[in-house]
């Protein structure tokens, strides 16, 4: 069975598929492994491609130490010892782009490489960093959790898609099928990964990364604004940063083929540079 324990005992789930050199992919606030089912479907020839479920979310038990990024980043760490990774690409989604940020530094001498999809070093504005959705914006989302968890992300995976990015019927009864299958979450730790997800800030992480690095978002994204890709992408050196027209915050879901060339034709430029 693919579990593993953090260093609390808690148990964790992860989907693994495929083999070659590691894929690791980190999801989203209150979303799980589930999400990557195209990657997992589809990079799995290329790639050993991994996919955890973040503590308290999917099958992953809730953790009694809480739900900060720091956990978040050690779980990652510990999954890397457990499976002894090495070489590996290690790419986040929104809330797992800052996890990624966070543990690529613990991670470095296992990395070949970073990838940020639809990320964001601060989810919520300041006069220092207005790429972002107001305050009182994710403490709007912070109410509807309250009072409905199931309606609240409801509404959020609405705002993950742009107009037109889900006009393909075949393809949008995909998506919905796909995320009707995310387990949902308990709601106290939505509210506490909500928080965290509020007040990080890791701006100060990215002119420290010197690793390859991918950066991916769509230009429509309402979420984690396109700015703040190309904000992460003049900061990180060894950045190249794609942009998908026309696409929401989630472009592994609607333009997972354009997506997933991405990744293979970042890796093969990484292991050349490596190698």
């Known amino acids: ?58 099958r992953s038990e809730r953790s009694g130490d809480g739900y900060s990024f720091e956990g978040f ?49 601060r989810f919520t504005a300041t006069d220092d960093f207005p790429h972002a959705l107001a305050e009182t914006e994710a403490s709007g989302m912070g109410l509807k959790v309250r009072r409905n968890i199931g309606k609240a992300l409801e509404g959020f995976t609405k705002r993950m898609f742009t107009a037109g990015e889900l006009d393909d019927e075949a393809l949008a009864d995909r998506i919905k099928a796909l995320l009707a299958t995310v387990p949902l979450p308990d709601p106290e730790m939505a509210m506490a990964s909500l928080r965290a997800l509020a007040t990080a800030d890791m701006r100060n992480l990215l002119s420290e990364v010197d690793l390859p690095t991918l950066i991916i978002n769509g230009d429509r994204d309402r979420i984690c604004l396109p700015e703040a890709s190309e904000y992460m992408a003049r900061r990180i050196e060894s950045s190249c940063h794609v942009v998908l027209n026309g696409c929401g915050h989630a472009p592994f879901l609607t333009r997972y083929d354009e997506f997933d060339e991405f990744i293979v034709n970042f890796s093969r430029r990484t292991f050349e540079q490596a190698g």
């Open 73 to 121: 980043a050690a779980d990652i760490a510990a999954l890397f010892r457990r499976l002894d990774l090495r070489g590996a690409l290690l790419a986040g989604w929104s809330l797992g782009a800052q996890v990624a940020l966070l543990a690529s530094p613990i991670l470095r001498e296992r990395l070949a490489g970073l990838v940020l999809i639809s990320g964001t070093p």
């Open 1 to 58: 069975m693919p579990w593993y324990e953090n260093e609390s005992g808690v148990r964790l789930w992860y989907e693994e598929q495929g083999a070659g050199p590691a894929l690791v992919l980190l999801h989203g606030w209150c979303m799980s492994s589930v999400v990557w089912r195209f990657q997992l479907e589809q990079l799995s020839g290329t790639f050993r491609v991994i996919a955890p479920d973040l503590r308290g979310h999917g």
